[in-house]
């Protein structure tokens, strides 16, 4: 079993950054791949970014050079920079480990871009 606990999230004025951490526990394995997902009120839940345990990431087209997704295997923790934050970018952020077929899941943690 696999629980993750997110930490990091907050209010910031729009252009400013926030960093969202993730720490895994349970057994995490090499075909894990950790990233982070938002909803915004109203919309479906969406795909961020994540990173495979080699390193390789995949981003959003909205946020690919703002945000960065990074990963410590040896601590099982993953990371999202987000720099320059846009009102848009407000949301849930969720923290997610995808094992196969297998989804799961933090509790999340808010973001709010203020204009």
């Known amino acids: 079993q696999v629980q993750l606990v997110e930490s990091g999230g907050g209010l910031v004025q729009a252009g400013g950054s926030l960093r969202l951490s993730c720490v895994a526990s349970g057994s995490i394995f090499g075909v894990d791949v950790m990233g982070w997902y938002r909803q915004a009120p109203g919309k479906q839940r969406e795909l961020v970014g994540n990173?495979?345990?080699?390193?390789?990431?995949n981003y959003a087209d909205s946020v690919k050079g703002r945000f960065t997704v990074s990963r410590d295997n040896a601590k099982n923790t993953v990371s999202l920079q987000m720099n320059s934050l846009k009102p848009e970018d407000t949301g849930v952020y969720y923290c997610?480990?995808?094992?196969?077929?297998?989804?799961?899941w933090g509790q999340g943690t808010q973001v709010t871009v203020s204009s």
């Open positions: 997610n480990l995808k094992r196969f077929r297998n989804d799961y």
């Open positions: 990173i495979n345990s080699g390193g390789s990431t």
